[in-house]
């Protein structure tokens, strides 16, 4: 073994570090009290940057030294967790180039967010339980990323799932946070039957949930050999478990139809939307796919890739229509996520792992920007979240400006930036793969830059719009729901809340170069999958791209930046060319009252049904059942008790006890009655002898 090689080994063992020093945090501050705000705050952000700097670590040591790497660099470290019988169930962590990136960007962009985060959430009286909260979610979303065993990544799934639900609803005394947080729990618990499924599956097949190990019977090391065997709906087996895991990648990244979680999840704090929406949770389901993309592509005749890809295509492309016609600051970029990740898993099942994971880190950066960037927003705007009632915010905002236009441009596609060179690698994939897929997603680029074009106008261009009168004649003061303080001016933010911005500005615009073929052929290719053939280069692709790009900026100068929103009661531009339809994508396409109609409703009425049942047969059967044996008990009571007992066994004890207080008589001290009955016995004698 090579000295390389022995120092990945060594590093695959303290792997387990990375989430630990945030899962401590989480525990110190489980036992804090309310009034220990900047211990709290101080122990989420060291625990955070250890995390950073261990993932940093790891990162620089899967990197190419001295020459071309033509396999990935990969090490692991396993042991036994605990026996049942003759059975051994491992754990274990790993540390190759899909994990070292993702951890990176997991620790590295969750810093800033935490950093953010205090600023943001300063007023909060439950300060405290909010960073105890995102340590664990940090911890949560690291122990998936170097999980080397799929029960083990399943735990941390599942604990991502659960923090994400106590963030959602972190302000719980909301009626609508309340819903979305148990909204967000059973839509991605509906995913994970999927997924539990598969790992079922695997594990009966294979023996084990170890992905890798040093004899090579991991769980992937087997895929070619699952892959020849028959599975379910005309699928490999390979093909079948992977059909099963991509099922819980649809619910926690949010795909369709069990996309309808995320864009609720707003109503958590604005740093809580930003760490799902970046670094953890739905970043998950994409992770997933790509770690276990040995299953997904073991049998090339196998539909499960060209699933993975159309629902991705689908998912981009429905929810960029629906991102046109929000209002909400922060639901616009909800469903710009759900859109982006469609845009990811398309490019997954297309075949573009590394395409699909380059934009997984890219669309990190410049998304969590994006969010923090609007958390500035509305405290800035004293809690305000419609963008009819902003504007002008340029000039009262400049920081926040810049660097959320950064962020814009980013998403948008624009070269260079990061979203550029990321977004082109999915269309290059995609052309190759499949061409309506591809004019699909590329109309999905179109309404990206389009929509990010009318926020921009809506929230920075024109002039300020607050504190004027909606159509009903209210003052659009935007009531602060936390504090309670009507609108003031705008201001800028403190710089605990900017910096972070300025920081993931500079990879919003840089970070991208890692992944042009123009650099050195891809570094980013050749850093995570060296064995693999980078994608044709197409011109026509990235000309198409630049193209569009532009074009959904220029309508989006054209409708919102030529002629801005005077007056917040003023209707939507846009809503008076597509009219009705303009209605249809503002209610997302009726989705969610589709799923009340039909979904909601029938289970609502089989637990009626249930309940019915329950009270009419199951209830009428055991009442029954508790009077057929109260009447057998009191039969088996009167026989054995009256009759056998009382009738026979109580009766021969009164007799015995009558025929004692009779003789007892005979013992009463007088010598007369003695003689008496002795001569009553002689007499009784005599008669016997003469008379026998």
């Keep these: 073994m090579s000295d390389h090689a022995q120092h990945l080994q060594q590093l695959a063992a303290q792997q387990w570090l990375i989430p630990f020093f945030p899962l401590v945090a989480a525990a110190i501050q489980s036992l804090l009290p309310r009034s220990a705000r900047r211990l709290s705050a101080t122990l989420t952000i060291l625990a955070m940057g250890m995390s950073c700097l261990l993932a940093a670590r790891a990162f620089w040591a899967t990197l190419p030294v001295g020459e071309q790497h033509d396999e990935v660099a990969r090490a692991f470290f396993n042991f036994t967790w605990f026996r049942f019988g003759t059975t051994a169930l491992e754990f274990g962590f790993i540390l190759d180039p899909l ?46 990323v170097v999980a080397n065993n799929l029960l083990l990544l399943f735990m941390c799934w599942e604990l991502v799932g659960l923090c994400s639900y106590l963030l959602i609803g972190f302000w719980y005394f909301k009626p609508s ?27 009966q097949h294979t023996g084990t949930l170890t992905l890798y190990n040093a004899e090579g019977t991991g769980a992937l090391q087997q895929a070619g050999s699952l892959g020849q065997l028959a599975g379910w709906w005309g699928l490999s087996l390979a093909g079948t478990i992977a059909l099963m895991l991509f099922i819980g990648a649809m619910g926690k990244s949010a795909q369709f139809p069990l996309h309808v979680w995320l864009p609720d999840a707003m109503e958590g704090p604005t740093p809580v939307s930003a760490l799902i929406h970046a670094a953890t949770m739905v970043a998950a389901g994409v992770f997933m796919v790509g770690r276990m993309f040995a299953l997904f592509t073991a049998n090339a005749g196998d539909w499960v890739m060209d699933f993975v890809m159309w629902i991705g295509c689908i998912t981009a492309l429905f929810s960029a229509t629906i991102a046109v016609a929000q209002f909400d600051i922060k639901r616009v970029l909800a469903y710009s996520t759900c859109s982006q990740l469609g845009f990811m898993m398309m490019a997954l099942g297309a075949g573009g792992l590394v395409a699909g994971q380059f934009h997984l880190l890219t669309h990190a950066f410049f998304k969590a920007l994006l969010f923090l960037g609007s958390g500035c927003v509305i405290i800035g705007t004293h809690h305000e979240q419609d963008m009819r009632r902003m504007g002008g915010l340029r000039k009262y905002m400049p920081i926040t400006f810049w660097c959320y236009l950064v962020g814009m441009l980013a998403l948008a596609g624009v070269p260079p930036f990061a979203g550029f060179f990321s977004k082109d690698e999915i269309l290059v994939a995609t052309y190759h793969h499949n061409k309506l897929a591809w004019v699909l997603a590329t109309a999905a680029a179109f309404l990206t830059a389009f929509y990010m074009t009318r926020q921009m106008f809506m929230v920075f261009g024109g002039t300020w719009r607050g504190g004027q009168h909606d159509a009903h004649g209210n003052e659009t003061t935007g009531h602060d729901e936390h504090h309670g303080h009507a609108h003031h001016e705008p201001h ?24 042009t073929p123009w650099l050195a052929g891809n570094l980013f290719h050749h850093y995570l999958a060296p064995e693999m053939p980078a994608p044709e280069h197409a011109n026509i692709v990235v000309v198409l791209s630049v193209v569009v790009g532009a074009a959904g900026i220029l309508l989006g100068w054209l409708i919102y930046g030529r002629r801005p929103m005077q007056h917040a009661a003023e209707p939507d531009p846009l809503a008076g060319t597509l009219g009705g339809l303009f209605t249809v994508l503002n209610r997302k396409w009726y989705v969610d009252e589709l799923y009340e109609a039909t979904i909601v409703r029938a289970t609502q009425a089989l637990g ?12 009428g059967i055991l009442h029954a059942i508790a009077w057929i044996w109260w009447g057998v008990s009191q039969l088996f009571r009167w026989i054995g008790d009256e009759l056998i007992i009382n009738g026979g066994f109580d009766a021969g004890c009164e007799s015995v006890r009558g025929g004692g207080r009779l003789l007892a008589r005979l013992q009463n001290g007088r010598v007369q009655t003695y003689l008496r009955v002795m001569a009553l016995g002689a007499v009784v004698l005599v008669a016997i002898y003469f008379f026998r």
């Design 608 to 619: 009626t049904l249930f309940r019915a049942v329950d009270k009419l047969v199951v209830d």
């Design 99 to 144: 994990t070292a990136g993702m951890a990176l960007m997991v620790a590295f962009v969750g810093f800033w967010i935490f950093v953010n985060a205090t600023g943001y959430m300063a007023e909060d009286e439950n300060f405290t339980r909010f960073f105890c909260f995102l340590s664990l979610f940090a911890a949560s979303m690291l122990g998936l």
């Design 177 to 203: 946070a309340a819903a979305a947080m148990k909204k967000a729990f059973i839509t991605t618990r509906v995913g994970d039957i999927g997924f539990f499924i598969g790992i079922l599956m695997l594990y």
């Design 492 to 515: 800028e933010v403190s710089w605990n809340m900017w910096l972070p911005l300025v920081v993931l500005s500079v990879f919003a615009v840089f970070m991208g170069w890692l992944g």
